[in-house]
């Protein structure tokens, strides 16, 4: 960053609003802030989480960023049956979240989760929260969402789509509701920004 000692940024760690901080130190390898006053308060999304199957390097970055923007507290990459990237760098899409949350002025981070099977997130998934999942099988049918308040999550599939295992899994678990994303099938990386304005135009800080 360009800044000078004696000028003033805003910092923000996730957890205390946003702050201004005047620059007192400004050398080549490190810098050093005298924390000033809160500008902000602290603002924390609805308890909603992605659980998304990793793609492509560039669109699974794309999720990431467009999942912290639109307002997701936590964000689950999860390995599928047809999950056809199974290795993440989980300190780099969490560095893209950081990223995401200073472009859109937010003061909260979500966290990136480590890569976890979906079946083993389902043997124990939270009794109180609701699992929206996306259902490319749907699409072109009217289902919708209902209107449950409390903790939800999103489930979005890889390109090869949800198997018939899957489905079955999903179909069985009481907290879980199957819903369509229109009558095309989108790509995932769409479909995680369809599916999360869905839900925070239906239950969340939208609403
Ligand atoms: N290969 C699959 C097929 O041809 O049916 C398409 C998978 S789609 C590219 C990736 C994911 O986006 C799906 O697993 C689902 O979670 C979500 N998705 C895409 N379009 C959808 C729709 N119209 N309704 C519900 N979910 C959708």
């Given amino acids: 960053m360009r800044k000078g000692t004696g000028e003033v940024v805003e910092v923000f760690d996730g957890r205390s609003g946003g702050w201004d901080a005047e620059v007192v130190e400004a050398g080549k390898m490190k810098g050093a802030l005298r924390v000033l006053a809160q500008v902000r308060p602290q603002r924390d999304p609805p308890d909603l ?4 199957a990793p793609i492509k390097r560039a669109r699974t970055d794309f999720i990431v960023e467009k999942a912290a923007e639109m307002g997701a507290a936590r964000i689950c990459p999860v390995q599928t049956d047809f999950t056809n990237s199974e290795r993440i760098r989980r300190d780099r899409l969490q560095a893209h ?3 995401a949350a200073e472009q859109c002025g937010g003061t909260f981070v979500p966290e ?3 890569i976890e099977k979906l ?8 009794e109180d929260r609701r699992l929206m999942f996306c259902d490319e099988g749907l699409a072109g049918a009217g289902a919708t969402l209902p209107r449950d308040a409390g903790p939800w999550a999103v489930l979005i599939g890889p390109e090869g789509g949800f198997s018939e295992a899957e489905r079955s899994r999903l179909a069985a678990l009481p907290q879980a509701h199957a819903v369509s994303l229109g009558p095309r099938i989108l790509r995932a990386d769409t479909a995680a920004v369809a599916a999360l304005t869905l839900w925070q135009t239906t239950l969340g800080d939208w609403a």
């Fill in 119 to 126: 079946g083993a997130l389902l043997d124990h998934w939270p």
């Fill in 112 to 114: 990136v989760a480590e």
């Fill in 97 to 99: 979240a950081v990223e």
């Fill in 49 to 52: 989480w992605l659980l998304f």
